[in-house]
């Protein structure tokens, strides 16, 4: 029998804060109440906050971040388009999927699982489009597969560089809420994530943000749509209403996650995250073992993905986490199976959760045949954050 | 300030049971792990049972009721498909706009709001469509905005009397569940629900089951379609997994809900909501008002829409009982607004609140202007249910 | 298989409001954690102006009420210390048991089972008492058993004509919180009360607050106690700890339903109960039924005490209305026992759920042979509601 | 602000499971309807395997492990009663005052904090006692401030040699349900524990099972008693009632707690404890710092109370796991406040949690002013896990 807390280090759902599970423990409530929009509208606001945007609209769809995803493509964009893409871990696969078959003309940039978008690459293309023939450009911010973080700042920059006024595309699905993500300042058009992940509850709300441009585009956009349609949604949203019945539970969740990242401060959780994140590299590189990304300034500060030796199967390291040590760690996906498994730190997390993962880890490491000396992951990470506390609070002492 | 329990009418979300609400007050969890599918696979078998199909194969959809109407739809038809449908309530209205903007070629037989689906009508355009260019018929069972519970099985007789291959897609959002809903009986081919009515849990989930024609066409439907895809969602879901990520919580409170199903018995919960909804109609009746259905042989038994007299505003009715009693009525809905209030008696309920309903109601009728005896609703109900429960014990006598 | 809300009517333990049910779902906490303080030392004082103390000391035992009864006699008075108690219901019965069990000379008035504290026979034992051994009065404030409240006041008054100085304990289980009590200004030394009724809590904690005197006296009573003891209390209590290992989870709800009462506000909270008493007293009158209180001016506004017809056993009412029904209302009370049920209207209660309560009451009455027209008990209460309603509202026309 | 999960290492209240905490989340209900009996007789039976009991009376009383402890004295010994007690720790030091204040003659016997209770002395002073005047002997089974378990049987032997009719009274509030503990074979009268510890549950129930020579006992005694009497509670109990309100969404959490550990097995509970406490064990031992526990026969499964190093302040430990790491640590109590801490290892636990504590311990100590290799407390540790895990493994195949 299973004992004790369960650990969960996926990159998603991630594990929720109490004061967010207790306000989902609630009855059912009227959704066409007049005070619904009580609660409602603020959420659209302060998730204005999150997203970093001010002229952005704000949407949720019951659903998951794929949903989001169509929500995306099917109101602004039109058949035959075509967008540029890149596919470099498995949620961008995903995606380039989704958009051929929603009927895009996907241009795909294939890059290695490991890298980041292209941005040179889009550069290149982008001004080659000299007939303004590409409608898109989309973006994984943070390919939660490989634990890759892209420069969207970057492809912005090709995009103005070029004067192409293609729509920009961000799946933030494992970054909005936990890593630098600027909107308004990157001219991110669409930016799409989930309730999951940073915002620290249950899946079933994809959330997005649509530029002024991009609703511009929602209004003649042909693409078939009928549950994502925008203007249903912006339209009841006015008076904190929706097209049908919303999961009113998640709602409430939502205000306290809200509630919590504004005390925090939105900075101090990017800041945390990167604490929290550099604390398992270092761990990992204890280890002696790689990570997916391929350069550190792709690392992802919300998952590591970590190979494992070349004779040991990652599904067996997760396997024995979990069946002997109540520990969630994050599979291999897609051509990675068996040679990779990660630990996500998104979320509500701490430095003693991160211990526990590494710790766990190298017992399920070593147990599926990984040389490697117990303790000296977890070393790293606690000399790492008991420097970052020093220095945190020499900081503080100089800021006096 | 609001005190005491608030009172829920709304034919949906209905009124979560505590060991609903139990099992789903819980932390995240990995719905990648080995042993995921113990949960879902169970769910799967035991929702067939709730539709009562042996051949269909069911999926849920994170989203709500109205996102399983979009995947019945764009999994089984194809652009341009001719499809027969009848307007008689504000659900069957959406739906047919669904399905044009879909790019169905609906043809569309409008009713009076409290009529039920036009049998006659759609037989005789059944035995006209000599080229069976109609692809497929819509039923709403149950209809939400009028109180109105439909033939399906008689538009499966027409279809069968024609010879007719249409698909037969049906709404049960307010009637799985909760009224007598004969899948494989009535051939139904595409059967549509949501978690929020008769499974007694918060929004969140689209549920579905397809008949095993309607998996066949599904095979080279054409409609474009990516979060809804059946085939990704099928394939998922053999292994007890889904291709995005599920809300987990109410797969635990669905494990609980069918359970509470199966203690009580499908033909129970059916009886009783006969029982309960009787009992508010006898209220109804006692008051001197009649209900938008247009014939006791449509009376919905999961919701009764109530005419207010005409010098009633019906939002007056419904807002003294919100904001002076803690008591949530359903509204009436578009050309309804203001006529009608509604009490939704589906889901997980018994006679005293139906009688709270009642009373409320009269209270709240009287302040909106309404000339009732005090009291003669509830008698009405008291009456009736002390009837039904003297009926049920001399059955059990005569049977032992 | 019981279906629906439990309608909940004994006289507690009462219904938990949403929010402090949400507060009470959490993990464990450590109870000597330097910021547990942060919690506690405000729950102290805001307890104190429940009890409308200023000047008195608040403590919470682990336990029950009866736990409070015990803390608060073996703390101020000595053994063999002769005290005044009268005997009218089950709960000063047991009181007086108890005092005699812990070894005091009980002085005791036997009064009839629906009157209330004997002032004028306390009046005349006192003038008596010229030696005065009496060294402490008690009063039932709120005869749970019988639903008559008593004139503490009254009792002070006595005391003070006298000149007597013996302490005035007040048993305030179920009316503290709920009906108008006055610590300070009526002098009462030892206030009792639970967490299980009008703080709206589970139980789990005795609550008592002692005067200045009782706390002096404290100091040099020779009765043997450990677990009850005040100063050990006292003496952790005040940087916010317990002598031993609290019920958090209580507290945090406690924090809750403090907060609660302050917004709603104690005077309105009163006025509360004694409309919807007055509704379900409506109620009962109506029905031809007596309560077992004596006099209108004995009414409790937390739970009536309702005498069945001579040839019905109120046992049977009170079994059908919890096996068909869902509903539990009170029994009666050692020799009230199949002649009196008690419909409890203590803590988060509102208009329906008053309704709901006699509606239900109605049927199994009925059932169990009483003659009574159904909907008469209901109809008498929502007229007294509907001209409350109208009554309020003049008033804050007229105020404005 | 504090994010992540809370890690609660101290000796109780101890983390609750899920499952426990899901059943306690539960609206109020009637305390004496006819089938609360279905829930509470289940529990009473089942509490006595845990106490390894067959002709044991159990009681559980509202209120906390102390209030059992003054419920065992209470009921079964006389006013001046002679009993014999050690003292060697704050727990144990606790118990006797509470005796004395109750009125009895205690015998202290002093020995150091760290050893257990003297059977030798103990001995000694039995076969001294040759007119019988010790009523009863005192064991602290487990010394939770000093993580001492003391050996019970041994106790009982020296009771046997002399021949010698003491009560045998055992504190097992920190062992019961963790430790090896025989009621029945041990000869035990009064055991005692709370709802907080081995349970799984919050603070809020004091727990204890009686012999029946204690039983006998309790009906001559002659101690003044009124809450906690025996009588009123076993005489209720039978049919499942209770002399008050218990706290009823206690109970529900323990039927589940007990249904946790009849799932997992008694003898597999303490196997568990056994396997984590070595794991502690040997993280301090790599420390190289003490256990306040004088020899490994003493060493506790359920609490670890470490001893700082000369020069560092346990309390800066403590401060810093909880200020900086979000983790709570146990305090050392009375003489060792400042010198010791704890690390509770009880309840429901597992190896990534035991990690969890060491290696935040190890950087609260190093900040501190602690000289230790980061690391190698886990590492220890781990390495334990791991060799207990492939010594079971290997049991296993041998059994099979």
Known sequence: MRTGHTHLFIPGPTNVPETVRQAMNLPMQDM??????????????????????????????????TSAWEAAITNTLNPGDRVLMARHGQFSTLWVEMAQRLGLDVQVVDVPWGAGAPVREFNRLLAADTNDEIKAVFVTHNETATGVTSDVAGVRRALDENFHDAL?????????????????????????????????????????AASEKAMLMSRTSTMRRAYHDFADMVAMNADGYFPYTPPTQLLHGLRQSLDRIATEGLDNVIARHRRLAEGVRHGVAAWGLDLVAEHPSLYSNTVSAIRTPPHVDAREVIRIAYEDYNTSLGSGLARLAGKVFRIGHIGDL??????????????ALMRAGTRLDLGAGVAAAQSWFMSEHLAQRDFRVAAE
């Open 350 to 363: 701490n430095e003693g959760m991160c211990l526990t993962a590494l710790s766990v880890a190298e017992m």
């Open 168 to 208: 920009l595309f961000v799946d933030g699905v494992s970054s909005i809420g936990s890593l630098e993500f600027r909107m308004d300042e990157w001219g991110v058009d669409l930016a799409i994530t989930g309730s999951q992940k940073g915002l620290m509850l249950p899946a079933g709300l994809g959330i997005l």
């Open 32 to 65: 066409r109440a007049p005070d619904f929009g009580d609660l409602t509208r603020r959420l659209f606001d302060d998730l204005k906050s999150v997203f970093r945007t001010q002229s952005g609209t704000v949407m949720m769809f019951p659903g998951s971040g």
